[in-house]
C-alpha cells in the first residue's frame, strides 16, 4: 500500500456493450499494481459523487467482476447531468474527504469537459489530483482517437441488423420489400454507416445510408429506394435518428404529433416518417425498424477487438495516472501498417471538451447516398469477422 | 438413381434465422439417400412453381449450401400468397412435367393448408404425391407439436435484447428510465414471453409483457409501470405488436395517424402509444424501441439447439416421404425425462392448417401481467445458455 491515495470511478453519458469491459480495465490494473489503497466507484456519475453515493470496488469478488465485465449497461450508473460551477466544491470536499488522488471518468466529451474542470478546480485548491478519462461512445465521434470504444461492438450490431433485415425482405419479395431502419447517432452517423459492412454487391441491403452529415433531399431518397426496389425487388435503407432535412425536420411535420406536459413536441422519427412516405408512393408495405437501445446493449454481437480494446484504455488510464498524467483522455492510435493494430496513447482534454468528430467528407459518397471503400475499409478490422452471404441459385 | 422420382422444396411465409437450417436439412438428407434424381426448389413458394421459377438445388456447391444453411432469410425466397382453387390444376402440371413425387414445404398453419390441399387434388388427380411440411415459425403457435423450430433463436434475440435494454434503462436513471419493446406474434404472445428468460429477481426487466391472449387494461398498465419505476427507478415492458385492448385497438386511438391510397389506415404501434402516455403521466423520458424484423434474422442470437432441431425436422421430411408418409407434418415431441430432449413425430397436415395455438392459461399470470415459471421451464431449453446478471455492489 502505497502514498498514491484512493482512486475513484466513473461512468457517463449513453451506455456501449464493452462500458463495464472498461471498468473492468480500470479496476483489475489498478488491483495488479498494488499502489492505491481503495478502489470507489460512484453510482450514476457526478450525481453520486455529490450525494456520496459511492461503493468499494476493491470488495468485489472476481467472480463478480468478470461477470460484470460482460454485461450490457453501466455497471456504475451512468448520468447526464452537466457539472454545475456550484458542484465543483463539493466534489472536492468529498475527494479530499476520501482522500481521493486519481479520478477515472469512462465517459464522451461531455465528461472531457467536467473531467478539465475538476482538474483546473483542484489544482486551483493545491489539490494534488490526476484526472484520465477513459473514452467511450457507440457515435464514435470523439476527437484525438481513431476510434472509440463501444464503436465496433454498436457497429457489428447494426453490420449484422442490416444483413438479417436485407435477407428477410429479399426473401419477402412483394409481401414486405421495403424496410427502413433507423439508428442511433446524436451528430454524426458513423453507426449507420456501419450498416455496409456485410454488402458484397449492389443487389445487397443497404441500398441508401443516411447520416446527419449530409441534410437529406427527400426526392432523392425516394429516386433512390424506388430504382433499388425495380432493379432488386427490394430496398434497405439505413438512416440516422437524426437525418434532417435542407430546413430542419424532415418533410411535411409541420406540427408535432404529441405535445407533452412540458410543452416538448414529438416529431415522427424519420424512418416512421419516410417509411409511410415510400409507402404512399409505391403502393406496396414499407416496414421501420428501430433497434434503440437493444443495438448498444447485445451480448451476442460485441466485437472481439472492441472488447479488448476497451480493457486497454481502462488500463491504460491507470498507468497514464501512475506516471504522472492528469488532464488527458486515453485515445487508440492506429498503425499504419497493413495489419490492422491499435495501441494507446494520450490527449488533452480541452481538445476532446464538447467537440464532435464528424464522418469526413471521403467517407461518404453523398450522390448515392452512400459511404466510400475508405470508410469501409477504415471500419472493417473494428467490427470482428462478419458472415458472407450466399451467391444466386442455379435455374433448373 | 430410382423410381423416386424428383423432389421439390419451397419456403413459405415469414422467415426465420434457421429456416434456411432446414432447408439445408431437406436437401443433404436428400442427396444422402441416393433415391431422387433431382432436388428442384421453387422461388417465392407457390409463386415460383405456378410461373416455373425454379432452381436446382442438387448443383449448387458443399460450401454455397453450408453459407447457405448459416444465412437468415429464405434462401429460396418465401411468399405470402394464398393458394387458389384455380391454381391447384396448373400446379400439378408443374409437378407431372418435371415428375416431382415429394413436395416439401417449410412453413407455418397457411402452408399446411395448402399442403393439404395440394395432397387432395393430386391423390383425386390419381397422381403419386408425397407431401410432408417441415414445421417453421419465430411464432411459436402451431398446434401438434412441442414448439416450433424457429421460435428459440427468436425467443434468444428478444431475451437478450430484453436483458441489454434492461441493462441500458437501469444504468441511465432518470435520464431515460422507462422502455417499452414491441415484439413480433400475429396472434399468439410467445415471443414477448421468452423476454423474461434472463430476469432473475423482481428488479430485473421486463416488469411487464403483454401478449395478444390477454385484452390489456391500459390503466392496470400504467399502474404497474409506475410501482417499478418507483421501487427500481426504472421499468421495462415488453408488448406484442398485436396488444390490444378489451375494445381493438389501444386507447383513444379512434383515427389512423395515416390512411394509404388503398384507404388502409396505420394506427401507432402500441409501444410508441403507451410510450407517449408514461411519458406524459410520469413526466418521464419513455423510449418505444422495435427490433421489427431483426428479432427474426439476426445470425448472432441463433440458439443452437434451434439450429439442429430446424436440420432434424428437414432431414426427418425426407425419411417420412420414403417411408411412405403423405399429408403430413414434422413435429417436435419433448422427452418427459428431466433432461431436455426432442425426438421428431408426424401429424396430419389437417390438424395443424389454419389452426393457432394461443400460450395455455398456466403460462400467464394475468394479474401481474408476466409469464408464469412453467413458461419459463418450457421456453428455457429452447434458447440456450443465456448470460448471468451480476448482483449488487458493495457500499464504501
Given at each position: 500500500?502505497?502514498?498514491r491515495?484512493?482512486i ?17 480495465g480500470v479496476?483489475s490494473q489498478a488491483?495488479s499494481t498494488?499502489e492505491f ?65 486519481s479520478?477515472f ?25 490526476a484526472?484520465v478519462?477513459v ?177 486497454m484504455v481502462g488500463r491504460a488510464a491507470v498507468t497514464a495516472a501512475l506516471d504522472g498524467h492528469?488532464?488527458v483522455?486515453v ?12 495501441t494507446v496513447g494520450l ?50
Amino acid at each position: 500500500m502505497s502514498s498514491r491515495g484512493n482512486i475513484l470511478v466513473m461512468q457517463s453519458g449513453g451506455c456501449t456493450p464493452v462500458i463495464n469491459r472498461s471498468l473492468y480495465g480500470v479496476v483489475s490494473q489498478a488491483l495488479s499494481t498494488d499502489e492505491f489503497c481503495s478502489i470507489f466507484g460512484a453510482i450514476h456519475g457526478v450525481e453520486g459523487l455529490l450525494s456520496g453515493n459511492i461503493v468499494d470496488l476493491g470488495r468485489v469478488s472476481r467472480t463478480e467482476l468478470n461477470r460484470i465485465s460482460r454485461t450490457p449497461g453501466a455497471a456504475l450508473g451512468s448520468t447526464r447531468q452537466k457539472l454545475n460551477v456550484s458542484d465543483i466544491e463539493p466534489i472536492l470536499e468529498q475527494l479530499r474527504a476520501r482522500n481521493i488522488r486519481s479520478l477515472f471518468t469512462i465517459g464522451g466529451n461531455d465528461s472531457a469537459e467536467t473531467g478539465h474542470s475538476l482538474h483546473l478546480a483542484a489544482n486551483n485548491a493545491g489539490y494534488e489530483l490526476a484526472v484520465v478519462n477513459v473514452p467511450k461512445t457507440i457515435d464514435n465521434d470523439l476527437t484525438e482517437t481513431d476510434h472509440c470504444p463501444g464503436y465496433g461492438s454498436a457497429a457489428r450490431f447494426i453490420a449484422l441488423a442490416t444483413f438479417g433485415a436485407g435477407q428477410d425482405a429479399r426473401s419477402m419479395g412483394r409481401a414486405a420489400p421495403i424496410t427502413i431502419i433507423e439508428v442511433m447517432g446524436r451528430d454524426t452517423g458513423w453507426l449507420p454507416a456501419a450498416a455496409a459492412l456485410v454488402k458484397r454487391n449492389a443487389q445487397d441491403a443497404p441500398h441508401i445510408i443516411c447520416t446527419p452529415e449530409l441534410p437529406l433531399n427527400e426526392d432523392h431518397f425516394y429516386q433512390r429506394i424506388e430504382e433499388a426496389y425495380k432493379n432488386y425487388g427490394f430496398a434497405v435503407a439505413v438512416i440516422a435518428e437524426n437525418t434532417r432535412g435542407p430546413n430542419g425536420v424532415l418533410g411535411e411535420q409541420e406540427k408535432p404529433w404529441f405535445v407533452d406536459d412540458f410543452g416538448h413536441g414529438y416529431y415522427d422519427g424519420p424512418a416512421r416518417y419516410l417509411a409511410s412516405r415510400v409507402s404512399q408512393r409505391l403502393k406496396v408495405r414499407a416496414r421501420d425498424e428501430k433497434p434503440g437501445t437493444i443495438q448498444r446493449s447485445f451480448v451476442s454481437a460485441i466485437s472481439s477487438s472492441d472488447a479488448k480494446e476497451a480493457e486497454m484504455v481502462g488500463r491504460a488510464a491507470v498507468t497514464a495516472a501512475l506516471d504522472g498524467h492528469s488532464d488527458v483522455i486515453v485515445t487508440l492510435v492506429r498503425d499504419t501498417g497493413r495489419q490492422y493494430k491499435c495501441t494507446v496513447g494520450l490527449a488533452p482534454l480541452d481538445k476532446v471538451a464538447g467537440l464532435v468528430r464528424q464522418i469526413p467528407a471521403e467517407f461518404l459518397d453523398a450522390d448515392n447516398l452512400f459511404v466510400t471503400r475508405q470508410f469501409l475499409d477504415y471500419a472493417r478490422p473494428l467490427v470482428g469477422r462478419l458472415p458472407i452471404a450466399p451467391g444466386g441459385l442455379p435455374s433448373a
